[in-house]
């Protein structure tokens, strides 16, 4: 058996951070996009590698991380404790990382083998669920043609016990509308917007998940499922015309049970809360509104997901507003992100 503390994280713009090739840190001084109005260089690196030092994860998944791998292993090798192997799925300035922790004895010599989402011959299914592909998303009997605007990445942990676990991380459609538009074009967009998502989720379920946990090869093979999916549960306004929710059609269906993804929140809830299905305290990011004046919106749209194959694997999972000392995240590191850290602790278990 192994444990180990796991961790995705949307850092927002790290791909701002670097340049050159091979690549360097931009200047100190430099201005760079982030959680403030105002964003150096230094006060972005001190920030990001204060929170990951404090919660000190043995594995990062890195939502909207730098597009090479190089840079990732960079900023690990500069900032964080320890030795460390990175990993990038490429997919333009907000692509998806790994990050694992070498030196503690947890993982073998070759601690994870990534699969590239984007190659037939390392990751076919993958690759071909996460293909530009069409779908009737709103019951109108015409197909639209939708596509990832980011590959997911996609890993094997191997660790020293000799069990092993997937990881597959992902950065769906965001919700958002950017812009000042007149009234009835501003909800097309937001429709619009929640139809890719739903036809993301929806694509990834039937033509992802659904072989992985058929396949012998893999379907006893558990699969964490992380990262920014811009998207909770339930129908806002949007979803209420579409009925149908992005994240609940990731997670599967109640008519296939032993093929649904839990939900390492949900699982931290009350049974009273479970039960109201009261989400009020999982929130993973805020922000002002973009209508209301003085108003901020609090959203549960980082997730870790995982699949049942194996019993009892992920528990402990925890949004990190707060940071160990009881300092709030954005008080204590106000350059670090617009998003919360979200952890869990992984057990393996040897067969």
Not at 61 to 67: D, Q, S
Not at 111 to 121: E, G, K, L, T
Not at 227 to 253: H, K, Y
Not at 314 to 335: F, L, N, S, T, V
Request: glycine share 6%.
């Amino acid at each position: 058996m192994a444990q180990l503390r796991f961790a995705v994280w949307n850092v927002e713009w790290m791909n701002d951070l670097f340049t050159g090739d091979p690549p360097t840190f931009k200047d100190d001084t430099a201005k760079v996009n982030g959680p403030q109005r105002e964003n150096t260089v230094a006060q972005r690196r001190t920030d990001v590698s204060g929170v990951m030092g404090d919660l000190a994860a043995d594995v990062w998944v890195v939502v909207e991380g730098p597009n090479r791998t190089d840079e990732l292993q960079l900023f690990f090798d500069t900032h964080l404790e320890g030795q460390w192997r990175c990993a990038v799925q490429p997919s333009g300035a907000q692509s998806v990382g790994l990050a694992v922790r070498t030196d503690t004895g947890l993982f073998q010599e070759t601690p994870f083998v990534q699969f590239d989402s984007s190659s037939s011959a390392e990751a076919p299914v993958l690759k071909a669920a996460t293909d530009p592909f069409q779908m009737d998303t709103d019951g109108d009997k015409l197909e639209e043609l939708h596509k990832f605007e980011r590959r997911p990445l996609y890993a094997e942990l191997r660790l020293r016990d000799g069990t092993t676990f997937r990881v597959l991380g992902l950065h769906l459609k965001s919700k958002g509308v950017f812009g000042a538009y007149e009234w009835s074009k501003w909800w097309a967009l937001a429709d619009g917007n929640r139809k890719k998502i739903i036809a993301q989720c929806n694509r990834l379920r039937e033509q992802f998940f659904e072989p992985y946990l058929s396949d012998p090869a893999t379907q006893a093979v558990p699969l964490l499922v992380c990262g920014d999916i811009n998207d909770g549960p339930g129908f806002d306004t949007s979803e209420m015309r579409l009925q149908a929710s992005g994240v609940e059609r990731l997670m599967g269906s109640i008519w296939n049970a032993d093929f649904t993804l839990g939900n390492a929140l949900f699982d931290t809830l009350t049974p009273q809360k479970k039960a109201r299905l009261d989400f009020d305290d999982l929130y993973t990011a805020s922000f002002k509104d973009p209508i209301f004046d003085g108003v901020y919106q609090r959203v549960w749209i980082d997730h870790i997901l995982y699949t049942r194959n194996v019993p009892s694997w992920i528990a402990g999972a925890q949004i990190h507003e707060e940071m160990p000392d009881g300092q709030k995240i954005y008080r204590k590191y106000p350059h670090a992100s617009d998003h919360f850290p979200v952890t869990c602790q992984v057990t393996t278990h040897s067969t």
